[in-house]
């Protein structure tokens, strides 16, 4: 658990960022009715899913649910190092 919150917020960010982070979260969960944990969960399979097909750097990756009237949608913007040759099967 520890391990996955500090891959989240990152050791080298500073506390304002961290503390913005979970804002965030927070207004996210208020707003969609979703919670934290599940943002957190479906940021994690993306990036299990993408690095199949290319390298990222996870810690740029910003992942959000916005709500518009009565729409959400999944923005996810995902900093790309490099497309790999050939897939990784499974």
């Known amino acids: 658990m520890l391990d996955l919150i500090s891959r989240v917020f990152g050791r080298?960010?500073?506390s304002a960022d961290i503390a913005r982070e979970?804002?965030?979260?927070?207004l996210v969960h208020d707003r969609t009715n979703v919670s934290p944990?599940?943002?957190e969960t479906l940021k994690e399979e993306l990036i299990e899913?993408?690095?199949?097909?290319m390298e990222i750097e996870?810690?740029?990756m910003d992942v959000t649910l916005q709500t518009?009237?009565?729409?959400?949608a999944l923005v996810a913007n995902i900093p790309i190092r490099r497309?790999?040759?050939a897939a990784v099967k499974r």
């Open 22 to 26: 979970r804002l965030r979260l927070v």
């Open 58 to 60: 996870e810690e740029g």
């Open 83 to 85: 497309m790999k040759r």
């Open 12 to 14: 080298d960010h500073a």
């Open 68 to 72: 518009a009237e009565n729409q959400v």
């Open 49 to 53: 899913v993408i690095t199949r097909y």
């Open 37 to 39: 944990q599940f943002l």
